[in-house]
């Protein structure tokens, strides 16, 4: 059974920093590309950023690119987002997505539950 369940939300003031993870089992994660999606209250889906199955290289979003950095170990089947400087439009709940390949395609199989970020002062 394919399992993804991300992990450190929470509330953090404009210009702060939050780590997430997303902690997979039940499919070889070194094999997939994964990716982070989001979604703001009252609004659709947001495709965050992606990475490769072997990590060296990663593709953003224009509202995050410079701020945010995905990255992943293999080793533990894990998948980060470190997210500075951080604004109030950044705040959504987080999705840690499996991709059907292995390439920056936003087409998913296996989603998580989310997990919230609340940017506020």
């Known amino acids: 059974e394919v399992q993804v369940v991300e992990s450190g939300g929470g509330l953090v003031q404009p210009g702060g920093s939050l780590r997430l993870s997303c902690t997979t089992s039940?499919?070889?994660?070194?094999?997939?590309?994964m990716h982070w999606v989001r979604q703001a209250p009252g609004k659709g889906l947001e495709w965050v950023a992606a990475?490769?199955?072997?990590?060296?290289?990663?593709n953003y979003g224009d509202s995050v690119k410079g701020r945010f950095t995905i990255s992943r170990s293999n080793a533990k089947n894990t998948l980060y987002l470190q997210m500075n400087s951080l604004k109030p439009e950044d705040m959504a709940v987080y999705f840690c997505?499996?991709?059907?390949?292995?390439?920056?395609?936003?087409?998913?199989?296996?989603w998580g539950q989310g997990t919230q970020v609340a940017v506020s002062s």
């Open positions: 997505a499996k991709a059907l390949g292995t390439s920056f395609s936003p087409e998913y199989d296996y």
């Open positions: 039940g499919f070889t994660f070194s094999t997939y590309a």
């Open positions: 990475i490769t199955p072997s990590g060296t290289s990663a």
